[in-house]
Antibody
Framework: QVQLQESGPGLVKPSQTLSLTCTVSGGSISSGGYYWSWIRQHPGKGLEWIGYIYYSGSTYYNPSLESRLTISVDTSKNQFSLRLSSVTAADTAVYYC??????????????????WGQGTLVTVSS | DIQMTQSPSSLSASVGDRVTITCRASETIRSRLNWYQHKPGKAPKLLIYAASSLQSGVPSRFSGSGSGTDFTLTISSLQPEDFATYYCQQTYSTPLTFGGGTKVEIK
């Protein structure tokens, strides 16, 4: 059974960099056919896709965050990470990591998020 | 960006009720639509992928339908463990986007 666990500081000061790590167990992050994603949920709001990474290092970011965002992967530790710079109170949210399964059907690519972490609350405050 | 609009935003229902949640995309997404169930403090759970395919291990009372811009999640007979918030998600184009959620509460 694949499990994902987010870790990192729960409190970050404004203008600093938010850093989170997702540790994957029960499966290899280097397995083909999967992307590894970050999603967040602002307090009382819906879900927002942040971006994802393939084990090779290819990344896809939400344009709304791209200028401040870095997602990286460490296959030796079976982890992937999120760095979001210049944070403000608007970045306060529960951050989730998830595995994204890609498959092809009728020449079309389909994706779904099949395993998620429990989420970690990050508060941006001085 | 493709906007996903869910309705209703919340509903009250009783155990045994049939519940239908609607999701509308701002442009066609073919059948690249997933549904998730989310309970407070828990990881979101995939229910339906590709609009109508039931994820392994998910009870058959959950079903999805639709294509193009209009989609539906149906719970045929609501169970106590189904009280949660449900989200649709399009994976047709990046940025991937979610609907605003539908909170299913106990009547």
């Amino acid at each position: 059974q694949v499990q994902l666990q987010e870790s990192g500081p729960g409190l970050v000061k404004p203008s600093q960099t938010l850093s989170l790590t997702c540790t994957v167990s029960g499966g290899s992050i280097s397995s083909g056919g999967y992307y590894w994603s970050w999603i967040r949920q602002h307090p009382g709001k819906g879900l927002e896709w942040i971006g994802y990474i393939y084990y090779s290092g290819s990344t896809y970011y939400n344009p709304s965050l791209e200028s401040r965002l870095t997602i990286s992967v460490d296959t030796s530790k079976n982890q992937f990470s999120l760095r979001l710079s210049s944070v403000t109170a608007a970045d306060t949210a529960v951050y989730y990591c998830a595995r994204v399964y890609e498959y092809n059907w009728n020449s079309l690519a389909f994706y779904y998020f099949d395993y998620w972490g429990q989420g970690t609350l990050v508060t941006v405050s001085s | 960006d493709i906007q996903m609009t869910q309705s209703p935003s919340s509903l009250s229902a009783s155990v045994g009720d049939r519940v239908t949640i609607t999701c509308r995309a701002s442009e066609t997404i073919r059948s690249r639509l997933n549904w998730y169930q989310h309970k407070p403090g828990k990881a979101p759970k995939l229910l339906i992928y590709a609009a109508s395919s039931l994820q392994s291990g998910v009870p058959s009372r959950f079903s999805g339908s639709g294509s193009g811009t209009d989609f539906t999640l149906t719970i045929s007979s609501l169970q106590p463990e189904d009280f949660a918030t449900y989200y649709c998600q399009q994976t047709y184009s990046t940025p991937l986007t979610f609907g605003g959620g539908t909170k299913v509460e106990i009547k």
